[in-house]
């Protein structure tokens, strides 16, 4: 597993734009050593990427999808959005551990909603292949996915926490969260939204995939959430 030096977007040169994003740019070495993992697995290959935070004591994955392997020797280059989520500052020389990693291809996944805006798209099967196949590599739980005006979070998904969806037949479905204002009656009064009863279906044709691949996991590193690493973080401080 190399170790790499961690870059901010900044490092980035030419037109490569990974703003807002979990694209990336990775050294040729990295191309070297995993050449045969990237070409074995035509449906496509993520990377995993381990920041061992010593302030806060804990080990941070996140997964980026290499667009170049362009980067300055021994190092890799992620968007400011991925920095801030390692609580990495924009000084100082940090390490991580870069290793190729192949979940399955997605089947279902469940997105929740804040409003109903999107049931305005006249074509929404269509609207979510072509948006999200475009932006998008792979899903994970709890990702935030933002289609232009739209703004949508992955809830569920099968049969992985994390998952490929540029070669899958994926069905999708929505759950939608209505925003309210505080009311007084019990808060277990019954939720005035459910999933939505009718389904859609992206479907994805990609005739190169080669259907023996291999797509087992690795071993995923148990996460704390977002809020959880900020308040390790404040309590470390003070």
Same mark, same amino acid.
């Given at each position: 597993?190399?170790?790499? *030096?961690?870059?901010? &977007?900044?490092?980035a040169?030419g037109?490569?734009?990974? =703003?807002?994003? @979990? !694209?990336c740019?990775?050294c040729?070495?990295?191309l070297?050593?995993?050449?045969?993992t990237?070409?074995?697995n035509?449906?496509?290959c993520i990377?995993?990427?381990?920041?061992n935070?010593a302030?806060?004591?804990?080990?941070?994955?996140k997964?980026v999808?290499?667009?170049?392997?362009?980067?300055?020797?021994g190092?890799?280059?992620?968007?400011?959005?991925?920095?801030?989520?390692?609580?990495?500052?924009?000084h100082?020389?940090?390490?991580?551990?870069?290793?190729?990693?192949?979940?399955?291809?997605?089947?279902?996944v469940?997105?929740?909603?804040?409003? *109903?805006?999107?049931? &305005?798209?006249?074509?929404?099967?269509k609207?979510l292949? =072509?948006?999200? @196949? !475009?932006?998008?590599?792979?899903?994970?739980?709890?990702?935030?996915?933002?289609?232009?005006k739209?703004n949508?979070?992955?809830s569920e998904?099968?049969p992985?926490?994390?998952?490929?969806?540029?070669?899958t037949?994926?069905?999708?479905?929505?759950?939608?969260?209505?925003?309210?204002?505080v009311?007084?009656?019990?808060?277990?009064?019954?939720?005035?939204?459910?999933?939505?009863?009718?389904?859609?279906?992206?479907?994805?044709?990609?005739d190169?995939?080669?259907?023996g691949?291999?797509?087992?996991?690795l071993?995923?590193?148990?996460?704390?959430?977002r809020?959880e690493?900020?308040?390790?973080r404040?309590?470390?401080?003070?």
């Amino acid at each position: 597993m190399p170790n790499l *030096r961690i870059l901010p &977007e900044s490092f980035a040169t030419g037109n490569i734009h990974i =703003t807002n994003s @979990n !694209k990336c740019l990775l050294c040729s070495e990295v191309l070297k050593e995993y050449r045969d993992t990237i070409l074995d697995n035509e449906g496509g290959c993520i990377f995993k990427i381990v920041f061992n935070n010593a302030l806060l004591e804990y080990d941070i994955v996140k997964y980026v999808v290499p667009m170049e392997f362009t980067a300055p020797k021994g190092s890799i280059i992620v968007s400011n959005s991925i920095f801030e989520e390692l609580f990495i500052d924009f000084h100082g020389e940090y390490f991580i551990n870069v290793e190729p990693y192949v979940p399955p291809q997605g089947t279902r996944v469940v997105f929740e909603l804040k409003n *109903r805006d999107i049931f &305005e798209v006249a074509d929404i099967k269509k609207f979510l292949e =072509t948006s999200i @196949n !475009k932006q998008y590599t792979f899903l994970q739980i709890d990702q935030e996915v933002n289609l232009g005006k739209y703004n949508l979070r992955v809830s569920e998904l099968e049969p992985h926490s994390i998952c490929l969806i540029n070669s899958t037949d994926l069905e999708v479905e929505f759950k939608l969260i209505e925003e309210s204002p505080v009311k007084t009656h019990p808060v277990d009064a019954p939720f005035e939204s459910d999933y939505m009863n009718d389904s859609q279906h992206i479907v994805n044709t990609c005739d190169d995939v080669s259907s023996g691949r291999d797509t087992t996991p690795l071993c995923e590193t148990p996460q704390l959430s977002r809020e959880e690493l900020r308040l390790k973080r404040l309590k470390f401080y003070t």
